[in-house]
């Protein structure tokens, strides 16, 4: 699909400095760039779901719960916070601000960049299935535990612009059945009808852009 053009570069810090929310519906659309010495990887961002720390009982942050796992939410937005689920690696967005322990998690890519790359590391063809997930995305582009703390400003791990959506569904997280009222909050988002989305749950509203 084309090589990496060079005139994609990074999103600034203030794109970062949005209210968490805000900043989970802005993700969509935008790149996800991974660089590695296996090459460059990336895909826009189709999934996301916010979460609002301290009083959001699904967060890792909740009740300001502070470890060496969730340290980097206490510090500025705009800084990748990844973690082990299941032995997969999840990506998050730092949001917030600093002692603001928020983050929006990236669930699904649609492939634009890299994409034999990507195969060649799922180990699978169907491109459908490359990143429409949020263990599956970053093992597409190579993103791992090493991207803790990584600035989202420069590379190797970066956000760029990307196209602005039609239409973005809102509903439910998903896998946060024991977090109490949190389980309802309508705090996922994704781009109406997008085949990369990780599962297409009904939405409780749409939003038109």
């Not at 998690?105 to 169907?126: D, F, H, Q, S, W």
């Amino acid at each position: 699909m084309g090589e990496f053009p060079k005139e994609i570069v990074p999103l600034s810090q203030e794109f970062y400095e949005q209210p968490t929310l805000e900043l989970a519906k802005a993700l969509l659309g935008c790149l996800l760039v991974k660089e590695t010495h296996q090459g460059i990887a990336a895909g826009y961002i189709v999934e996301s779901e916010a979460y609002k720390g301290p009083s959001d009982r699904a967060a890792h942050s909740y009740n300001n719960r502070r470890t060496a796992r969730t340290e980097v939410m206490f510090h500025r937005s705009g800084l990748a916070y990844t973690y082990l689920m299941h032995t997969h690696c999840l990506f998050n967005v730092v949001s917030g601000g600093e002692e603001k322990p928020e983050a929006v998690l990236v669930r699904a890519l649609e492939p634009r960049y890299g994409i034999e790359l990507m195969k060649i590391r799922r180990g699978i063809e169907e491109l459908k299935n490359l990143t429409n997930g949020p263990g599956k995305l970053t093992n597409s582009l190579g993103i791992t535990m090493e991207d803790y703390g990584s600035s989202l400003t420069h590379p190797p791990i970066y956000i760029a612009k990307g196209f602005c959506p039609e239409s973005i569904s809102v509903g439910k997280r998903i896998g946060i059945d024991n977090s109490g009222e949190s389980k309802d909050y309508p705090w996922r988002f994704w781009i109406t009808k997008n085949k990369y989305v990780s599962r297409h749950q009904k939405s409780e509203y749409e939003i038109n852009l």
